[in-house]
């Protein structure tokens, strides 16, 4: 199934001509994960054609306005379109109370059970976790409490070859189960079919991480190790790399060297300062310390299984 991330926006602040402030859409095994919620995201949606009910999560990084403020209006488009599923959001504590006074002093009814946890943690732990994928929050080093997050695959059950196991007619198809889990098959006489001798690897577990906003933070590849896809924020450029400090922000090198340090599958790159009119330096400068580099931008979509990544405009 592999991963689908679409970008609704990937400016930083200031909203600019073709760009919004962040948003994310990801798609994995089946669930439609919203990350941040910039203003313009219902209007990004809308543009690339998801439908918002399939919407069952969101994972905000922080509260500065630019990473949030297009969320009380998805909140009330919910409410209109009637919606009845519950809606979870992943959030810094503040959240719970901002939410709370605009629908006191709005008059905002909810058609649907609003689940909100409130994360205060600074080390990584398992927020949320079903049985296809697992998410854990990544401490971040921003002016405020912020976190990125990361949405892992869990892994999954060994291949059969359906040759090799014909070769051995006392596996019943009930013992599949077992050889699926990597058990090996003990015959009454108490002798092994080896297990690698009837199945095959499963794919390798897709993961994608969410670094969004953040001082530049070496001790992330720790928790970062071959993830599939990076992305990670580049709102300066090196020669800017004082205002990087100032604003606890990070350099497209920076990203690039946390990625090489990672070994990710691939780094995408946003957030980018609106200083810049020309953003192919931010990839000319990330790809000196690492490859392959993509800039996110958008109403772009990538599209990634267990062979290369692939970027679109669909
Ligand atoms: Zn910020």
């Known amino acids: ?56 999560q969101v994972y905000i990084s922080h509260l500065h306005g630019d990473h949030f403020f297009g969320l009380p209006g998805l909140l009330a488009s919910f409410e209109l379109m009637q919606r009845k599923r519950p809606l979870q959001i992943f959030a810094p504590k503040g959240l719970e109370a901002i939410l709370k006074a605009i629908r006191r002093e709005s008059g905002m009814r909810l ?3 609003l689940q909100i946890a409130a994360l205060t943690t600074n080390a990584s732990e398992v927020i949320y976790a079903d049985d296809k994928i697992e998410v854990k929050n990544l401490p971040l080093d921003h002016r ?11 892994p999954k059950l060994r291949k059969l070859d359906r040759a090799a196991v014909e070769k051995y007619p006392e596996i019943q198809i009930s013992d599949y189960p077992n050889l699926k889990n990597g ?8 002798t092994r079919i080896k297990n690698e001798w009837v199945t095959r690897d499963p794919p390798n577990p897709l993961s994608y991480a969410f670094c969004s906003d953040t001082a530049y933070k070496p001790e992330l590849a720790d928790l970062l190790q071959n993830v599939s896809v990076l992305y990670h924020e580049a709102t300066f450029l090196e020669a800017d790399a004082h205002l990087a400090r100032q604003t606890k922000h990070s350099t497209a090198a ?6 090489r340090a990672s070994h990710a599958g691939l780094l995408l790159l946003g957030h980018f300062s609106a200083r810049y009119r020309d953003c192919s330096a931010f990839k000319r400068e990330a790809e000196t310390h690492f490859e392959p580099v993509r800039l996110a931008k958008a109403g772009e979509v990538l599209k990634v299984d267990s062979g290369k990544p692939k970027m679109a405009i669909p």
């Open 1 to 56: 199934m592999g991963i689908g991330l679409t970008i609704l926006g990937s400016a930083s602040a200031i909203p600019i001509h073709q760009n919004f402030p962040t948003a994310q859409l990801l798609q994995l095994c089946g669930r439609y994960i919203l990350i941040d919620c910039g203003e313009g995201t219902q209007l990004q949606l809308i543009r690339a054609g998801v439908k918002f009910s399939k919407i069952d």
């Open 254 to 259: 920076e990203a690039a060297r946390l990625a």
């Open 111 to 113: 058609s649907y059970p």
């Open 183 to 190: 058990c090996d098959f003990i015959r009454k006489d108490g």
């Open 144 to 154: 405020i409490y912020t976190n990125g997050y990361l949405f892992e695959e869990k």
